[in-house]
């Protein structure tokens, strides 16, 4: 911990700043960088990971530790970082390309194994720096440079695909909204083990207005159902409902208040979590913004630690010269 | 519960043998069997009984990529060859003098490696009709006069067997299963072999199953006796023990010399042990044992790929850790792009490759050093890397030590390139006293105003070891070129030739030792040059060749990258320089690049190691040309 309270221009680097005009990562950077000073955590104790593509520039902008690593090994990095120096509070920066096409194995071990690690994943439905090629995010059809007749590919949904992957903590955010984007991380940083956030990012160059519909004033308040822990999931005018076994988004005009499902971000069964990740796929009418997914697991660094400190309790620390003259051996004259 | 004392069992054992023992000074066995009969249990078993009798040894296990191949076939054959003497032994010996054989299988698999005059011990109840034809024996090698040069005896071992536990409440096919150790018993009564150290394993082992270990020292003492008391066998051998300097000794193989020689340089340097490692034939063996040394602070991470193997240790190693990856030469190839990020950001990392016979999945039980090109040049760009081999299965250990110092000194991913061979290869290891260890000491970057993480040490051309956690040395680092002091990303054409050359420097001016040459008579013109696990082989071919009168130097690299200061000298000294490899010359396309040398290739890539006879026959040829 600092003596003297940090501000963001603490974590501001003295990097200029490449991305294209527009692109939403400025205001994710810029929200990061306000929101890191509240974690009360030393800046040599803050590492900032990431893979390749736009969003991986991130770290070179925080004046923090950081690695621009190489593409869509970020999670394999951060792991062996996050496992062996478990005082450090490590971050995952990975877009929809490095995330969920090269690097899909790392992201889902990660997940399951919950090591501690903060992974925003900036999903922008498009591959940015390579200059526009459709991503496994983007809807299916999607007129692209390497898809003139139109992409032929079931998009993946991070939510569900994190979810699938035995994830402890996975939520979803846009850009722009830099309150909903810090109450997140805010959440995040304070959950034990793996964090996946979901950022819909716009690309201003190459996909640009793919989040308008969650984004414009006229269309967001319809179209963001806003899930807080213990409250109705509802938009302006729309709610959910139960639906048999599944979930249903239905016209808060039609139902009273009392029949909306009151979100449980803390409930252990993931089919829960997972219908609400199916609410929205491609299309935008509605889709759920906040923790889909919070509950509680030991992080996998913990446990990789544990058991070394448990054995050394038990056993005493390893003596080198026993080990080496252990076994069956012999002395010669 | 108490065990029977079989007739004739421990107690008369002690009093010692009653027939006639002859004295031999060096013996080689195989024991060759289905995958599923024991075989490397009962070699290793042999291999520590031997040991512990003070004979210097070398082993050569040899098994097929299947865990049950399909029963009785030659693709299913499984040995262990030993070589044991009372002198030094190099290398796991060239033909058997005995070959145990389970099955028709094993004898047609093996004869041919045999020398006439050898003995051959077989498991006759084994000879059916069925088994031999599985094979393509139209007649039964027993009967029909085809093994007249050999000693054969032919043995009843599963009948003998299953009659032995007869009294035990086991099946048929349970008692079978302990054929192996009978076969065992009987080759320690021949050899003179203590029997204390077996039976306690086999109470370790199986003392959570008495039944089961009951059968086993009952078929094991069974064995003995039948040496003993049937007239079968007539003489006994002893084999006096080797001279070896003073000290205590363990039997040590390959892959786990290289697991004890990486937690001596975690503690020597005072980091902390990080592996990163995804299974993989025949490297496994080094995670599996060092997955049992956590007491150490051993942290082991099997990971989902070969790639993020090698990144979690990167990551380690990032944050302070000695970062280790171990793999075979498919890993390799999936790890090669960390490889070129570790280059970059001159992070410390070792990759050890245990190398099997390739391309491609290749022959993943057998050895080759094929992936010598791979580890020097098998990445995008100018992206050195040092490159250490060790000669034989003990220097596994001085191996990790050495790549521990290199990497930390200076910065940089160190191969280590093992085989098959000396992995899974055992031999008598004198352990070293901790304090004779090297100091590995390490300095990471301390806080500082105005921190340069690319500001290099002016002997080592190191940058620092910059560790988070620090303050004020907060910085990013990452793939991308970057700017010689700040690191900083940089495209700079000027600057990039700088790096490029800088970086390739660094590597070149690692610190190594010279080559050393043995040329005893001073008189020779043919030097032979080998590298990593020939080293044996080579040394013992050497020795025959000037017991023959003949004059030749040898000398063996440790160092691959970069080469000893005065190799040049070297192969300059001699006008001929034979490079033996199990690859098709790819230290002698190193050596003739370097050095223009035109250097005499000798190669095979059998999957199996040189025999000192080829060497031999190969060297007379280039000295008698």
Partial sequence: ?333 | MPLPLVKGGQSEQDKGVTKPVLSLDQVTIRFAGDSGDGMQLTGDRFTMDTASLGNDLSTLPNYPAEIRAPQGTILGVSSFQLHFADHHVQTPGDAPDVLVAMNPAALKANIKDLARGATIIVDKDEFTTRNLSKVGYETNPLEDGSLESYKVHGVALTSLTVAALASLALSRKDAERSKNMFALGLLTWMYHRPTESTENFLKTKFAKKPEILEANLLAYRTGWNYGETTEDFSVSYEIAKAKMPAGKYKNISGNSAMAYGLIAAAERSGLKLFLGSYPITPASDILHELSKHKKFGVITFQAEDEIAAIGSALGASYGGALGITTTSGPGVALKSEMIGLAVMLELPLIIIDVQRGGPSTGLPTKTEQADLLQAMFGRNGESPVAVIAPSHASDCFAIALEAARIATTYRVPVFILSDGYIANGSEPWKIPSVDSLPDLHVDFAQSQEDFLPYLRDPKTLARPWAIPGTKGIEHRIGGLEKADKTGEISYEPANHDFMVRTRAAKVAGIDVPDLEVEDPSGEATVLVLGWGSTYGPISAAMESLRANGENVAQAHLRYLNPFPKNLGEVLKKYPKVIVPEMNLGQLALLLRAQFLKDVISFNQVRGLPFTTAELMEATMKVIHV
């Fill in chain 1, 1 to 333: 911990m600092s003596d003297v309270a940090l501000t963001k221009k603490d974590f501001t680097s003295d990097q200029e700043v490449r991305w294209c005009p527009g692109c939403g990562d400025y205001s994710i950077l810029s929200t990061m960088q306000a929101f890191l000073p509240e974690l009360g955590i030393a800046r040599e104790n803050i590492v900032f990971i990431s893979g390749i593509g736009c969003s991986s520039r991130f770290p070179y902008y925080l004046e923090t530790f950081g690695m621009h690593s190489i593409h869509g090994r970020a999670p394999t990095i951060a792991s062996g970082l996050a496992i062996s120096r478990p005082d450090l509070t490590v971050f995952v920066i990975t877009g929809d390309g490095d995330a969920l096409s090269i690097g899909g194995n790392h992201l889902i071990h990660s997940l399951r194994r919950n090591v501690e690690l903060k992974i925003l994943l900036f999903n922008n439905r498009i591959y940015g720096l390579t200059k526009g090629q459709y991503s496994p995010t983007s809807e299916q059809g999607k007129i692209t440079k390497s898809t003139p007749l139109g992409s032929l590919d079931t998009p993946f949904n991070p939510v569900s695909l994190a979810i699938g992957a035995e994830a402890t903590f996975v939520a979803r955010t846009v850009d722009s909204d830099r309150k909903h984007l810090t109450e997140v991380l805010r959440a995040a940083a304070a959950h034990k083990g793996s964090a996946l956030i979901e950022i819909f990012q716009n690309c201003p160059i190459f996909n640009d207005g793919a989040f308008d519909i969650v984004k414009d004033g006229d269309t967001k308040g319809a179209a963001l159902l806003q899930m807080v822990h213990g409250q109705a999931i509802k938009s302006e005018t729309h709610g959910l409902v139960h639906d048999g076994a599944s979930l249903k988004v239905v016209e808060l005009s039609t139902v009273s208040e009392s029949d909306l499902v009151i979100h449980d971000a803390h409930n252990e069964d993931p089919s829960y979590a997972f219908a609400l990740s199916r609410l929205s796929a491609s299309e935008l009418d509605h889709v759920p913004v906040g923790i889909f997914r919070d509950i509680s697991r030991p992080g996998y660094g913990e446990l990789v630690n544990n058991q070394v400190a448990e054995i050394i309790s038990k056993q005493g620390a390893g003596d080198l010269t026993a080990l080496l003259n252990g076994g069956d051996t012999w002395e010669v004259e």
